[in-house]
């Protein structure tokens, strides 16, 4: 990504509705999945400006890695754990390690080889573990945030798990989220695009009592998703295990 869109992320991550809510979902979504006790070894494969290392330290021994060198800067001032360089498929710093979690939040839609990220992060899994996350859904919400971020695709539930299956994994579960405000935030990019405003930022950050009601409504998700089907969604999350081939 370019370095504007890092300093934003940098700037937002910690505050914005859709971070801060993602995180709450991400965290109990670990904790029904994935943690064992303080000793649950993980991996956070691109993690960006840092957003979600705070969390993920609270849950287990955490290292991470990332392609940007100014990113990773950012991110090493939020977190003691270690972060170095690497990128995906073929430059896994940690390859010769085994973790039991490994988690990539809005990553894959970022590497031209989707398969094969998915494929070497699973030779890392130990024994049991599983991988975790997220990616953008819908190939029709399209926008020029896509374009600014440098994303290759956009996934469908079909598309996604069609991916990971060829990857050598099981999914544990596999849904879309951020639904509850799917509605208005497809009717947003419809308006941008009938009025060509694509270039508008979609993460822009809104008024105080907005962004406070938006993280409330988002972040109740953490009580449907692995409970109840989420039929459509502007994302997607999948807990992965290796299917052993």
Request: aromatic share 8%; charged share 25%.
């Amino acid at each position: 990504m370019d370095r504007e869109v890092f300093d934003r992320l940098d700037q937002l991550e910690d505050r914005h509705w859709w971070f801060s809510a993602r995180r709450t979902i991400l965290e109990r979504v670990i904790r029904d999945n994935a943690v064992k006790g303080g000793h649950t070894k993980i991996l956070e494969a691109g993690c960006g400006t840092g957003g979600n290392l705070e969390m993920l330290a609270s849950l287990g021994d955490l290292v991470a890695f990332e392609p940007d060198d100014d990113a990773r800067k950012l991110a090493a001032g939020k977190s003691d754990c270690e972060i170095r360089h690497g990128t995906l498929p073929d430059g896994n710093p940690y390859r010769n390690e085994k973790f039991d979690l490994i988690v990539a939040f809005d990553v894959i839609e970022h590497v031209e080889q989707d398969e094969e990220s998915l494929a070497a992060l699973r030779r890392s899994l130990a024994p049991g573990g599983k991988l975790i996350m997220t990616v953008p859904a819908l190939p029709w919400m399209w926008s020029a945030h896509d374009e600014r971020h440098h994303h290759f695709r956009r996934y469908t539930r079909d598309s996604l798990a069609e991916t990971v299956n060829r990857a050598g994994y099981h999914a544990v579960e596999l849904t879309y989220f951020n639904t509850l405000l799917f509605p208005l935030i497809a009717g947003v990019r419809m308006v941008k695009k009938l009025f060509g405003m694509s270039q508008a930022e979609d993460d822009a950050m809104p008024p105080a009592p907005v962004n406070a009601i938006l993280r409330s409504v988002f972040a109740a998700e953490r009580f449907l998703i692995g409970r109840i089907p989420l039929p459509i969604g502007v994302s997607l999350l999948a807990v992965l295990e290796s299917s052993g081939e």
